[in-house]
C-alpha cells in the first residue's frame, strides 16, 4: 500500500485481504474441526486449538475473521463465490462452537444479532425477542463452565484491587506478570476461604484486555484508546462504505471478545486490527502519500525497521532453539553439558522471565543453591508466580535461611490456596527445624484442606502427615 502510487479519485481495492484472511482462517477452522474428531492431535491438552497453543487463540482467529466473509458474499461475485463464502462462514461458526469458547461465542453473537437488528428485524417485538435470546445465550455460557467462569470473577475483583493503587497512570508495562498473583496472595489473606478458594490458580493474563490497558496504563492510557476508536468511527461515518462496515464490525469483534479473554496476546489479532484501521483511515492515507516526499520517508522507514526486526527475530529464534537443546540436555541428567549453555544464552534472554525459571530450576536441581536464588530473584523482578515462589523457598531452606524460606512456602500457599505444594514443603520445614508445634498445625491444614482434584500424590501427602501427626500425638501423651 505504501509503494504504489496513491490516486484520490479511486477506491482502493481491498477485496484481495479480505480473500486472504478468510482462507487462512478456513484452514485454521478445518483443522479444529479435524482435530475434534481426532483426526489431528493438538500440542496441549484442549481438544480443538487449531495451530495455537489453546482455544483462545484459535477461537480469536476465527472471531476476527468472520465479518470478511462479506467481502465474498457480495452481490457483484459470481454466485458459486458467494456459496463459497458462506459455506467458509458456516465452517468458522461451527469450529468456534467445537472449541468451546465462550467469548468467541458471545462475540459472534453479538456481531450478529446487531447486522440482523439492522438489515432485517424491523419490528421492535422482535428486537426484544432477540435481546432476550441474547441473556439466555450469556446465562447458558456461564453456565457451560461455571467455575472457570467465577474465576475469572475472582481475577476481575484482584485487578480492580491492583488497579487502585495506580489509577491514573497504572503500574507500568508488564506489570500483571510482575505483581498480580501478589495482589491474590493478599485477597486471600484478608477474606480467608472465600467462595474463589478452590477456583485461585497460577494466573497469567488478566481476561479482559481493557482491565490490562487500566493496570499498564491507568485511566489515561483507556482515555486514549477510545479517542482512538471514537477518531475510527468519525472516519466510518465520514465516508461510509461496505469495506468499512466489515472493518468495524471485525474491530467490535476484537473489542467484545477482550471483555473476556486476551485476543491481543496473539499476532494475527493485531494484523486483523492494522488492516481493518487502514481500510477506515485509507481516504487520509491516501491524501498523506500523494506526497512523494513522505511516501519516500515511509518507504525507508518500513524498510529499516523490517531490517532491523527481522535481525532481533533471527538473533531470538536462534536463542529460542539452543534453550531448547540446553533444556533436552538437563532432562537427560547432562547438567555439565547444558549449565554452559544457560550461562552463554543468558545474555540474550536476560529479560524473559520464563528462560530465567527454567535456569533457576534446573540450578535448583543440581544443588547450585545460591546461584538458583540469584537467578530466581532475578526472575521475580519481572514474575510474581506460584512455582516461582517454591523455587526461591526451597533454595533458602538449603542454604539453611529457614524464615525466608518459610515466607516464600507462605506466599505461594496464599496465591494458589487450593493447592497442597507449598503446606507439605512447611510442613518439611518444620520439621527439619524441629518445630513440633506448626508441624502439628500444618498437618492439620493438610488433612483437613479439601480436595479440588484427588490425585495419588494429595493421597500420598495426606498419608505421610497423617502419620507423622499420630507419632507426634503419641509422643506427647506419652509424656
Not at 163 to 189: L, T
Not at 245 to 250: E, G, M, N, Q
Not at 433 to 453: E, H, Q, S, T, Y
Request: positive net charge.
Amino acid at each position: 500500500m505504501i509503494f504504489s502510487k496513491p490516486d484520490k479519485e479511486k477506491q482502493t481495492d481491498v477485496s484481495a485481504y479480505g480473500f486472504i484472511i478468510i482462507l487462512s482462517c478456513f484452514l485454521q477452522a478445518v483443522l479444529g474441526i479435524m482435530q475434534f474428531f481426532g483426526l489431528f492431535q493438538t500440542s496441549s491438552h484442549f481438544e480443538v486449538t487449531g495451530s495455537f497453543e489453546n482455544p483462545a487463540g484459535f477461537a480469536s482467529c476465527l472471531c476476527v475473521g468472520l465479518p470478511f466473509i462479506a467481502f465474498i458474499s457480495l452481490e457483484n461475485n459470481h454466485k458459486y463465490i458467494r456459496y463459497a463464502g458462506w459455506v467458509a462462514g458456516g465452517v468458522m461458526a461451527v469450529a468456534i462452537v467445537l472449541s468451546q469458547s465462550r467469548a468467541a461465542i458471545v462475540s459472534i453473537a453479538v456481531i450478529c444479532i446487531t447486522i440482523l437488528c439492522t438489515k432485517f428485524f424491523r419490528k421492535r417485538w422482535v428486537k426484544y425477542l432477540s435481546f432476550a435470546g441474547f441473556v439466555l445465550l450469556l446465562t447458558g455460557c456461564y453456565w457451560l463452565k461455571k467455575d472457570s467462569a467465577d474465576g475469572r470473577l475472582l481475577i476481575w475483583q484482584c485487578d480492580v484491587n491492583m488497579m487502585k493503587d495506580a489509577p491514573w497512570f497504572g503500574h507500568g508495562i508488564g506489570s500483571f506478570e510482575a505483581h498480580y498473583m501478589d495482589y491474590q496472595a493478599d485477597y486471600f489473606r484478608q477474606s480467608g476461604q472465600s467462595r474463589y478458594y478452590l477456583l485461585a490458580g497460577n494466573v497469567k493474563r488478566p481476561f479482559n484486555e481493557f482491565l490490562g490497558i487500566l493496570l499498564n496504563f491507568g485511566f489515561c492510557g483507556l482515555l486514549v484508546v477510545f479517542i482512538m476508536i471514537a477518531l475510527l468511527v468519525y472516519c466510518y461515518w465520514k465516508y461510509p462504505c461496505m469495506e468499512k462496515i466489515v472493518a468495524l464490525y471485525s474491530l467490535a469483534s476484537i473489542g467484545i471478545f477482550s471483555l473476556f479473554s486476551y485476543p491481543l496476546t496473539y499476532p494475527f489479532t493485531w494484523v486483523i486490527i492494522f488492516v481493518c484501521v487502514c481500510i477506515l483511515i485509507k481516504e487520509y492515507m491516501v491524501r498523506i502519500l500523494t506526497l512523494s516526499v513522505i511516501r519516500n520517508v515511509l518507504c525507508i522507514l518500513v524498510v529499516l525497521c523490517s531490517l532491523g526486526g527481522i535481525y532481533k527475530l533471527a538473533e531470538y529464534v536462534k536463542s529460542e532453539k539452543e534453550w531448547g537443546e540446553a533444556s533436552r540436555l538437563a532432562l537427560c541428567g547432562a547438567y555439565d553439558k547444558a549449565l554452559p549453555l544457560y550461562e552463554k544464552l543468558e545474555i540474550t534472554l536476560d529479560d524473559n522471565p520464563y528462560f530465567l525459571y527454567n535456569y533457576a530450576a534446573i540450578l535448583l536441581e543440581n544443588k547450585q543453591y545460591e546461584e538458583s536464588l540469584h537467578t530466581a530473584l532475578r526472575c521475580r523482578k519481572y514474575w510474581a508466580d506460584y512455582d516461582l515462589e517454591l523455587i526461591i523457598g526451597e533454595s533458602y531452606q538449603n542454604l539453611g535461611k529457614y524464615e525466608l524460606a518459610e515466607k516464600y512456602f507462605n506466599s505461594a500457599s496464599m496465591m494458589c490456596p487450593s493447592r497442597f505444594l507449598p503446606l507439605y514443603k512447611l510442613f518439611h520445614l518444620y520439621k527439619k527445624i524441629g518445630d513440633r508445634n506448626r508441624i502439628l498445625c500444618v498437618a492439620g491444614m493438610i488433612i483437613d484442606k479439601p480436595m479440588k482434584f484427588k490425585t495419588p500424590a494429595i493421597r500420598m501427602m495426606k498419608r505421610e502427615v497423617e502419620r507423622e501427626q499420630v507419632r507426634l500425638l503419641n509422643e506427647e501423651n506419652d509424656e
